[in-house]
């Protein structure tokens, strides 16, 4: 049964649409430095792999760049403070955790975005319904290492061969992978379709209502 298991949840791309927020705060970040300002699409092929990275891919020569250390502290300014501006939840998702809450099922979301962030946006937009929030900080390995998964599922007392981990992303499969999870990936997010079949997707969601049933045929 669904309330036997535990969802654990990728947040960016998978909850939250976060693009246009990640951009502007990017592009807030570049221009501070007199560097070129990134695409929207640009942004969506770097995010995935924790804030060093996407400005480590953001910035010319990357971690290189004399201004690195620059960018990267510009970027986390901004965007605590710019984080709610154009970010929206996904089509459903306030409804689909709200049926898991009543169906007494152990909620997590796990992140490469800064734990602050995390908590802020999750109490922002998700107020009561999910328990457990988990981003990245110093003690542990992100993502598509396990440990957030694991901490995560260690605070919400539940074993891991209980767990399915939901991402739109090849790091969330990798992570699901790492972790020995259940997975299901989701098509609405920064990946498409055909990109998450490529890195090793199983079941793949194209809306909540069918992410809400593959969970509950996965737990039966």
Same mark, same amino acid.
């Given at each position: 049964?669904?309330?036997?298991?535990?969802?654990?949840?990728?947040?960016?791309?998978? $909850?939250?649409?976060? #693009?246009? &927020?990640?951009?502007?705060? @990017?592009?807030?970040?570049?221009?501070?430095?007199?560097?070129?300002?990134?695409?929207?699409?640009?942004? =969506?092929?770097?995010?995935? /792999?924790?804030?060093?990275? !996407?400005?480590? =891919?953001?910035?010319?020569?990357?971690?290189?760049?004399?201004?690195?250390?620059?960018?990267?502290?510009?970027? =986390?300014?901004?965007?605590?403070?710019?984080?709610?501006?154009?970010?929206?939840?996904?089509?459903?998702?306030?409804?689909? #955790?709200?049926? $898991?809450?009543?169906?007494?099922?152990? @909620?997590?979301?796990?992140? /490469?975005?800064?734990?602050?962030?995390?908590?802020?946006?999750?109490?922002?937009?998700?107020?009561?319904?999910?328990?457990?929030?988990?981003?990245?900080?110093?003690?542990? /390995?992100?993502?598509?290492?396990?440990?957030? @998964? #694991?901490?995560? $599922?260690?605070? !919400?007392?539940?074993?891991?061969?209980?767990?399915?981990?939901?991402?739109?992303?090849? @790091? &969330?499969?990798?992570?699901?992978? /790492?972790?020995?999870?259940? #997975?299901?990936?989701?098509?609405?997010?920064?990946?498409?379709? &055909?990109?998450? %079949?490529?890195?090793?997707?199983?079941? %793949?969601?194209?809306?909540?209502?069918?992410?809400? =049933?593959?969970?509950?045929?996965?737990?039966?």
């Amino acid at each position: 049964m669904l309330k036997n298991h535990a969802i654990i949840f990728d947040l960016d791309g998978t $909850l939250l649409n976060t #693009l246009d &927020d990640l951009t502007a705060s @990017v592009n807030a970040a570049m221009k501070s430095c007199g560097m070129p300002v990134r695409t929207k699409e640009e942004v =969506r092929q770097f995010v995935g /792999n924790g804030v060093m990275k !996407l400005i480590e =891919r953001c910035v010319p020569d990357g971690m290189d760049n004399p201004q690195f250390k620059k960018a990267y502290g510009a970027f =986390r300014i901004h965007y605590a403070s710019h984080c709610q501006q154009k970010t929206v939840p996904y089509d459903g998702i306030i409804q689909l #955790l709200g049926k $898991l809450r009543i169906a007494g099922v152990p @909620v997590a979301v796990v992140s /490469n975005k800064f734990d602050a962030a995390v908590k802020k946006l999750c109490d922002h937009y998700f107020a009561g319904l999910i328990p457990v929030v988990i981003g990245e900080r110093e003690g542990v /390995n992100k993502k598509p290492a396990p440990d957030t @998964v #694991l901490t995560a $599922l260690s605070e !919400l007392h539940m074993p891991v061969e209980t767990a399915i981990y939901v991402g739109d992303s090849e @790091v &969330d499969i990798e992570t699901a992978h /790492n972790a020995g999870t259940g #997975l299901v990936s989701v098509s609405w997010g920064f990946k498409d379709k &055909d990109f998450l %079949i490529e890195h090793g997707a199983g079941a %793949i969601a194209d809306n909540a209502d069918e992410l809400y =049933r593959i969970l509950t045929e996965m737990t039966q």
